[in-house]
């Protein structure tokens, strides 16, 4: 995900979608875990899924998943 490339919109989809992983998988929010929009978009750049950024975000900051 190229954030050069993208509008508005397309961020606010990307950082949505991070924070709603965050709240699914360990039941925090992205206020909750001290990042800040940018670097929840760097992180989105890096593994180009916000999605799967949130997940690995979560667990490098050693978050425990929540049980199903």
Excluded: W
């Amino acid at each position: 995900m190229d954030m050069n490339r993208i509008g508005k919109f397309e961020m606010l989809r990307a950082l949505n979608e991070f924070d709603a992983t965050l709240i699914r998988l360990f039941g925090v929010n992205m206020l909750d875990v001290a990042i800040s929009r940018y670097e929840a978009l760097g992180i989105c750049n890096e593994y180009e899924c916000p999605s799967k950024a949130a997940e690995v975000y979560g667990l490098l900051r050693g978050l425990h998943l929540q049980p199903a």
